[in-house]
T-cell receptor, first 114, second 114 residues
């Protein structure tokens, strides 16, 4: 079975400093991996996705993630945090090869300090 | 782009009544819709998968008679919470899949049962 573990439930950074949200996955085959962002009482917005193409994936709003098979990781980064980045972030893996079920991590709450 | 419109965004109902949540795909045909439930400060849990014209597939532990899902057309899927009780209070989110790697989420419905 596929699973994903977000290593930090809460990350707090200062505005203008780098952001790192950590995610490790477990999969019996080459997975599809996603990062989604959720603002309070809102739906989910796709930040980026990895689907076995380039291992460094660039997303929206300056975010990017690197797929590292040897480390089974897919960490999300951003060089400089903005106040509007404060939200909940979910690392997600596709559950079954070729199917459409998603398995969500527990989420990381990102707080930006002024 | 693909848009899924979810209504209502929030609803308060009395214990024992039923509530219907609608998800409409506005500019594409959604053959598959996923329904998730999210408790405060927790991740999304898949409740069921609905396919147009057939019965929904429920995840283990989800009461199919309590959470009725109808997917009668390619643009509309509904979730009805029957005989709602306070423990059903939660954030419900629908998602539609477009091919194996494209997912669009609704904006969510905050249900409060009093």
């Amino acid at each position: 079975a596929q699973s994903v573990t977000q290593l930090d439930s809460h990350v707090s950074v200062s505005e203008g400093t780098p952001v790192l949200l950590r995610c490790n996955y477990s999969s019996s085959y080459s997975p599809s991996l996603f990062w989604y962002v959720q603002h309070p009482n809102k739906g989910l917005q796709l930040l980026l996705k990895y689907t076995s193409a380039a291992t460094l994936v660039k997303g929206i709003n300056g975010f990017e993630a690197e797929f590292k098979k040897s480390e089974t990781s897919f960490h999300l980064t951003k060089p400089s945090a903005h106040m509007s980045d404060a939200a909940e972030y979910f690392c997600v893996v596709s559950a079954i090869q070729g199917a459409q079920k998603l398995v969500f991590g527990q989420g990381t709450r990102l707080t930006i300090n002024p | 782009g693909a848009v899924v419109s979810q209504h209502p965004s929030w609803v308060i109902c009395k214990s024992g009544t039923s509530v219907k949540i609608e998800c409409r795909s506005l500019d594409f045909q959604a053959t598959t819709m996923f329904w998730y439930r999210q408790f405060p400060k927790q991740s999304l849990m898949l409740m069921a998968t609905s396919n147009e014209g057939s019965k929904a597939t429920y995840e283990q532990g989800v009461e199919k008679d309590k959470f009725l899902i109808n997917h009668a057309s390619l643009t509309l899927s509904t979730l009805t919470v029957t005989s709602a009780h306070p423990e059903d209070s939660s954030f419900y989110i629908c998602s539609s899949a477009r091919g194996p790697y494209g997912y669009t989420f609704g904006s969510g419905t905050r249900l409060t049962v009093v």
